[in-house]
C-alpha cells in the first residue's frame, strides 16, 4: 500500500500547502481520498497517472475537501477520458456537480457515476476480489465519513519442494493455494498447512477527517496499519475543538492508542501553526508511532 500525500491543511489554500486530498495505491487500485482545491496540480506534481483514478472518496461538503472536484471532473472531460468515474460522497454532491455541468452545458464523455452517502452507520461501499472500502461515520459540523481501506486476504503460500515431496499432483496446486487438503496420487490426505505458508498479512488504512473527539469510531478502526486523523489544533487551543468540532493532536493520539493502530499520521492541520513539530512531539506523549503528513510525501505500508 502506498499512500501520497497531496494536501494536509485546512481550510483556505496558500503558496506552499494545499487543502486535504490524498492518493492511495492499493492492490491494482489509485483511490483519489477527498479532492481540496489544487489536487490537480499536486497529481500532476506527483505524478500520478489521472486515467487510473476510477474511484474518489469525498468526506464531507466543506470547500476544503472538495472545491477541485469540478476542476478534475471538467479536465477529465478535455483529456478524453473514457473510463467510467465512480464517486462516492455525502448526499447534495450529485446535485452540486450536475447544477454547475448544467450552467456551462458542458456534459462530459465518460460516465459519471455517484454514490450518494447517507447512513450514519458504517457501510461497505466498494468490493472486489482484493478490496474492501466501508465508510467510518465521523463526528463533524455537517454530515462526514472517513473511510476504511482493507486488504482481503491473499492465497496461501504453496511450498513446491514439499508439495512435490508430498506427492501431490500439480492439479491440485490451486486447491491448496485457496486453503484445502487434498489426496496425493497414492490416495493419501495432505493436510493443507504441512505444504503451504500464511499469506501475508492483511494491510489496512483509515481516513479519519475531519472530526472531533470521537471514541465511537475505535472499534471501526482496531488495529489498522495505519491511521491517518484529523489534528487541526494543539491542545493549547483545545477549546476551539469544540465549536467547530475538530481534534487536537492529542485527542488523535489517544484514538490511536485504543484502537492499537500501527502507525498514526496526523493532518489537516490549521494554517495557523507554522512548526508541526509540536504536533508530533504532542501525540507522542500518548501514543508512540506517530508520522506527521506532509505535501507530497509518500508513506508506504
Ligand atoms: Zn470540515
Request: hydrophobic content about 35%; glycine content about 4%; overall charge neutral.
Amino acid at each position: 500500500m502506498k499512500l501520497t500525500i497531496l494536501g494536509c491543511h485546512s481550510a483556505t489554500p496558500r503558496i506552499n500547502t494545499n487543502p486535504t486530498s490524498q492518493v492511495l495505491e492499493i492492490k491494482n487500485h489509485i483511490f483519489l481520498i477527498d479532492c481540496g482545491e489544487g489536487t490537480q496540480v499536486e497529481l500532476r506534481r506527483n505524478k500520478v497517472k489521472f486515467n487510473r483514478i476510477k474511484h474518489i472518496f469525498i468526506s464531507h461538503l466543506h470547500g476544503d475537501h472538495y472545491f477541485g472536484l469540478i476542476g478534475l471532473i471538467s479536465t477529465f472531460r478535455l483529456l478524453t477520458r473514457e473510463t467510467e468515474l465512480h464517486i462516492y460522497a455525502p448526499k447534495g454532491l450529485k446535485e452540486l456537480v450536475t447544477l454547475q455541468m448544467k450552467l456551462a452545458n458542458s456534459w462530459t464523455n465518460y460516465q459519471l457515476i455517484f454514490h450518494e452517502l447517507t447512513s450514519h452507520e458504517p457501510e461497505l461501499i466498494f468490493e472486489d476480489e482484493k478490496v474492501a472500502v466501508y465508510t467510518i461515520p465521523l463526528d463533524h459540523r455537517i454530515y462526514t465519513n472517513g473511510f476504511l481501506f482493507k486488504e482481503k486476504p491473499g492465497l496461501r503460500k504453496l511450498d513446491m519442494n514439499a508439495a512435490i515431496e508430498a506427492d501431490i499432483d500439480m492439479a491440485y496446486f490451486n486447491k491448496l493455494k485457496q486453503g484445502f487438503d487434498v489426496e496425493n496420487n497414492k490416495g493419501k490426505l495432505v493436510k493443507n498447512e504441512t505444504v503451504t505458508k500464511d499469506p501475508p498479512e492483511p494491510r489496512s488504512y483509515a481516513f479519519c477527517s475531519d472530526t472531533a473527539y470521537n471514541e465511537k469510531l475505535v472499534n471501526s478502526i482496531l488495529g489498522v496499519t495505519a491511521l491517518y486523523h484529523e489534528s487541526t489544533f494543539l491542545e493549547k487551543h483545545e477549546k476551539l475543538t469544540i465549536p467547530t468540532k475538530h481534534s487536537t493532536a492529542k485527542q488523535a493520539a489517544s484514538i490511536a492508542k485504543q484502537a492499537n493502530v500501527g502507525t498514526l499520521i496526523l493532518g489537516h492541520f490549521s494554517t495557523r501553526y507554522d512548526n508541526l513539530d509540536l504536533f508530533k512531539e504532542e501525540a507522542q506523549t500518548v501514543f508512540k508511532h506517530v508520522e506527521l503528513a506532509k505535501d507530497g510525501k509518500v508513506f508506504s505500508f
